[in-house]
């Protein structure tokens, strides 16, 4: 759950370390929704291995701030082993340093979405490319009850000058049958590099594009609201929608680059559980 313009989700997102609780929910769930009794033989120990793959897409603004959206199939993953090691949505591999039934902190490559360049629109003529790249996720995550609070700080490794994000999260969820429904609010802080290469326009930028000069600091990004359901189709087959409704503030909202302040971001899944 880094945030992208973020999805996952989102940004994404997703956009996405309360939303790794949530599939490890929803796996349990679903093991012992599947798994008849059978009193006629031993109880053979559970698997610490989960497997689910299979197609995705992903939903996002087709750069920050702007009005139109782009479609990125993605292939999506949900393998973990003993709630330890996982890859999962946009985190490609990940470590649960600490861990429990109820907490997880730790790390994660995250490949993130988020990039600008200047053929996508001609509003972006003059002010230069900006590409997608990994990310270092930092993250925390805690349950109680119905309740997920979750934090995660995303840096870019890449140089792309996507600086630092961090993403704050609450999630409530309800499981019914074989649903799972989770809703909640949060919010994104971004740097100053962050905002500066996303939203700012600098004197050489202003000239070769027409815009105004403008420039940013840190500070809040967004405020959002998360959604999420995945529903088990089947013993081997389940899918899921994770969406992050979100508003642009303070410097990304002000910024002469910004067409619209409300965002989406959506990764939609189905997956075949080994």
Request: net charge negative; hydrophobic share 40%.
């Amino acid at each position: 759950m880094s945030k992208h313009e973020s999805m996952l989700l989102a940004k994404r997102a997703s956009v996405f370390a309360a939303a790794m609780t949530l599939v490890y929910a929803t796996n349990a769930m679903a093991d012992d929704a599947v798994t008849p009794p059978d009193n006629s033989v031993a109880a053979q120990p559970a698997s610490k291995w989960k497997i689910g793959v299979g197609p995705g897409v992903f939903i996002t603004p087709q750069y920050p701030g702007s009005h139109e959206l782009r479609y990125i199939p993605f292939p999506s993953l949900d393998i973990s082993y003993d709630d330890r090691v996982f890859s999962q949505g946009p985190d490609v591999l990940g470590l649960n340093v600490i861990r429990s039934e109820n907490y997880h902190v730790g790390a994660s490559i995250s490949f993130d979405f988020q990039s600008r360049q200047e053929k996508d629109d001609p509003h972006l003529h003059g002010l230069g490319n900006v590409d997608a790249g990994p990310k270092l996720k930092l993250f925390a995550d805690y349950t109680v009850w119905a309740f997920t609070g979750s934090v995660a700080l995303y840096q870019d490794i890449a140089g792309h000058g996507q600086g630092k994000t961090v993403v704050t999260d609450l999630y409530a969820s309800l499981p019914a049958g074989g649903w799972l429904f989770s809703v909640g609010p949060g919010f994104t802080w971004a740097d100053a590099l962050y905002t500066r290469t996303f939203f700012g326009v600098s004197g050489q930028q202003s000239a070769a594009s027409g815009l105004p000069a403008y420039s940013t600091g840190s500070g809040i990004r967004d405020v959002h609201l998360n959604a999420y359901v995945s529903y088990d189709i089947s013993k081997h087959w389940y899918a899921s929608v994770a969406m992050t409704l979100g508003r642009l503030e303070h410097y990304a909202a002000a910024s002469p680059i910004t067409e619209r302040r409300s965002e989406l971001n959506t990764l939609a899944s189905v997956y075949y559980r080994f």
